[in-house]
């Protein structure tokens, strides 16, 4: 299944390094600033599907460290790590299964809107796409 | 070229509402919350590619108000409103495109990273933009 995924799917931009490990993507301080404008995107576009028009926020590091934590993540990193680089983590990963080609954000939203709650809704995210790039 | 294009391109949500002027894009608030998370994204991918790394920003107002001027849309608009709601305009117009179907993140990226100065990338963007709304 997995070269066959390769095989169709390919790297959006040429800036993006690839990585052999999660704890790689998870800590790349680069790629979480990224993540967070990506992360911004798909959070508007979750809740101006709940609201039925147009709805711009910015997801909080609260939720998303949670989501971390729920997707069994957080694990992977430093204990001492702050709220901040837990919710950096999960933007980081999610932006970098984006740019690998890995991840559509229109399928993404979908994964998010079957959710009712924000950090179920990430959290399944997160575990989907962990489950996609398959490190 | 129009019907062929309408027939390939489909609305990516649900709570896209369609219209028939350019000024109904411009003016539309809600679109302008969603279009900022968008416009966000779009403008640090531009900057991920220049500067060869992932990189997060914010867009400004004052680029993003001089690119609608460059584009000829400022005229579209009251002349009273402020450089926000100029960049808010922007924003609305660049989503709404995406919403429609009329325009992907990588191919305006690609529009945006021929051009070395930001504002000339925005212009370019909103004028090809406009160009696909034919409106």
């Known amino acids: ?5 390769n095989t169709r799917k390919s790297k959006r931009f040429t800036f993006t390094t690839t990585y052999k490990t ?3 993507i998870l800590t790349d301080h680069n790629l979480a600033t990224l993540g ?15 609201t039925g028009k147009p709805t711009g926020a ?19 990193m430093s204990s001492r790590l702050d709220r901040h680089s837990q ?9 970098y299964a984006w740019l690998q080609g890995q991840a559509t954000i229109t399928e993404s939203v979908n ?5 009712e709650k924000v950090a179920d809704a990430f959290s399944s995210l997160l575990t989907d796409t ?6």
């Not at 910015?58 to 992977?76: C, E, N, P, T, V």
């Not at 950096?88 to 932006?95: P, S």
């Not at 994964?111 to 959710?115: D, V």
């Open 1 to 5: 299944v997995r070269s066959m995924s």
């Open 22 to 24: 999660l704890e790689k």
């Open 36 to 50: 967070d404008a990506y992360t911004n995107l798909i959070y508007s576009l979750y809740l101006s599907i709940k």
């Open 58 to 76: 910015k997801a909080s590091s609260r939720m998303l460290s949670k989501a971390l934590k729920q997707a069994g993540l957080r694990d992977l």
């Open 87 to 95: 919710a950096d983590a999960a933007e980081a990963l999610l932006v």
């Open 111 to 115: 994964i998010l809107s079957s959710h």
């Open 130 to 135: 962990k489950k996609k790039l398959d490190l």
